[in-house]
């Protein structure tokens, strides 16, 4: 590997720059990303089609020195796999055809064979190894359990997740009967995109944050812990934590090698509680990037004077990069993170 | 007043039972709110009418022994007197007819004469203290002005908040601005309330968890301190936060009489967080109100042996309740804070 930030700082080693990433790094603000996509169609053609999606994923690496290359794929792809038939409509978002309400739903649910049903996603990882030449290492993800449960039980991004609460607290065992099947068809999807060729493993739990803390372990922790112990250090393992900063201390518990932060906690704090167990991830607010550059370079030197020169840190933005940025301010970032002094 | 359990928690003296009320107890899940409501002819028509108002906010409390009643009316109604124009469109949401994009924007609005532009909610307050006759005390609100910001600069309710945030990042002169204003107008609409006969003033802070710490502190809280401070202590304050306990200890230093926590923090740790300057809210998952009676108490029985009996406690839920639940279960969580030993 010619670029070893990113793994060194998983693994808490010094770098000679903090390795920098940018959650939808491969996205609709780049104009190039915009042209592929009209190329493919539609959102899940371009994931589908193994030689635009890894034509998107290395799109932002020609314009910026970023430390990593993540697959271009969407978290909704396993439970489209699963049979729930996943469509995106236009202004609406991600929608499946078919939903999860009763036993008899998760007994229809298929297991799917990641070479077989996911082939496609294996193909991108594939081609993105051999296109990326060791340049930088390449990430491979899923979604959390619970936040694919979410999907399938209320069949669309929600904004109360009234249905699925619903499930939680008057039929946990039908939810958990549920999460275990995602785990289940998680861990093998994983291990194919490690297999693949994926160096390291990030997991979103986008909706961790909605849970009350006993549930929070209860149906969404204890199911990353199973797949991370089950991917047995194969590859580093990134946590990505939204609003959950409660159980931050359980999450470093977890078996990951590091936790993705949003921007609502401060650095230092998370750095103070997490002690010394796993390396940090993020976390500016990525609304900063609609800021003027020295205002980029200022909100951004603020935040790694927070977390220092010490090993374990990785920089990127709290959420994924918003649409309508400036390409140049995510390279104004860059440049800035990297020209911070680790001595 | 009869009742004095909210009073005497929200000054953390000792009370014979644990006060309990419910943000939105008046509200769609009860048929008779459908009723008056649609007699109204609606939403906006409904808080405009003084009389049906506050037969609305009165309906819960012929139901349910809750210890308080609230004003029914929107944090909206002050932005729509400054000149922002308020319509609800169904399926929607709230929307402004006009949005604030420029210092001019700001310039044009006005600061309310709460006893003329917002007179129909003076008198609902008026009618209320008038009807209660002193049988629980009657809460009067508002918005946090970053709150009420987010929505005069997005014009609806957000997603992303990207455009408020644009502002925040990229004029934020602009918006405290905007920020000032609404303050100005924040602090005679509560005097004007209290003025009328309102016995706890509540500002509900619902967005400030989607800034980084120390915007948060900026941008919401230093705003609601001021507001606090002009109230002068006339009355007991609550501020609602959302997604803020990072910010907790700050929230507890800022004058305010009492915190109402959202369900994704422990009350045993809010407890040791804030120690004993102010009271605390909350924070059951509304979601639980969906599950059995069974499962109610003893979810609610497990949330109030975490709070103990210590006074300065109030019950309630973390967030407004939900539409579709039973309005018997509700009755089951009133039924068993009541029951709960404080002794």
């Known amino acids: 590997m010619n670029n070893q930030r990113l793994l060194q700082a998983l693994y808490r080693q010094p770098v000679d720059k903090i390795p920098v990433w940018f959650m939808r790094q491969a996205g609709r603000y780049l104009p190039e990303y915009q042209a592929t996509r009209k190329q493919a169609g539609s959102f899940i053609k371009l ?20 430390d990593a290359a993540i697959l271009f794929s969407d978290i909704l792809v396993l439970p489209d796999a699963m049979g729930l038939g996943l469509e995106v409509v236009e202004t609406v978002g991600p929608r499946f055809a078919r939903t999860i309400s009763s036993s008899h739903d998760i007994q229809q649910l298929v297991i799917p064979d990641p070479e ?25 993800f899923a979604g959390s359990p619970w936040t694919v449960a979410t999907y399938m039980v209320e069949g669309q991004t929600s904004k109360g997740f009234n249905i699925v609460k619903k499930m939680l607290y008057r039929e946990p065992e039908l939810l958990h009967a549920l999460l275990k099947k995602i785990t289940e068809a998680t861990i093998l999807y994983l291990q194919a995109q ?10 979103f739990d986008t909706w961790g944050g909605i849970l009350q803390p006993l549930s929070y372990q209860a149906f969404s922790l204890t199911y990353m812990q199973t797949i991370i112990k089950k991917l047995n250090n194969k590859v580093p393992t990134i946590i990505y934590s939204k609003q959950t900063h409660g159980a931050l201390e359980k999450i470093a518990d977890s078996g ?44 951004i030197t603020k935040l790694l004077t927070e977390i220092g020169s010490e090993p374990g840190y990785i920089f990127n933005v709290g ?6 940025i400036n390409p140049e301010h995510v390279n104004v970032a860059v440049e800035t993170v990297h020209a911070f002094s680790v001595l």
């Open 47 to 66: 994931c589908k089609t193994p030689e635009l999606a890894a034509e998107v994923s290395l799109q932002p690496l020609r314009r910026f020195s970023v």
């Open 116 to 140: 077989q049903e996911l082939r496609y996603v294996m193909e991108t990882v594939r081609l993105l190894r051999a296109e990326l030449n060791n340049q930088v290492p390449l990430i491979g």
């Open 194 to 203: 490690i297999e693949a060729g994926a160096q390291v493993i990030m997991i």
């Open 256 to 299: 990951c090698s590091a936790i993705g932060l949003d921007w609502t906690i401060e650095l230092k704090e998370a750095k103070a509680r997490v002690q010394h167990k796993v390396a940090l991830q993020g976390n500016l607010d990525p609304a900063v990037l609609y800021a003027s550059p020295e205002q980029i370079r200022m909100q």
């Open 319 to 324: 959420h994924g990069l918003m649409p309508d």
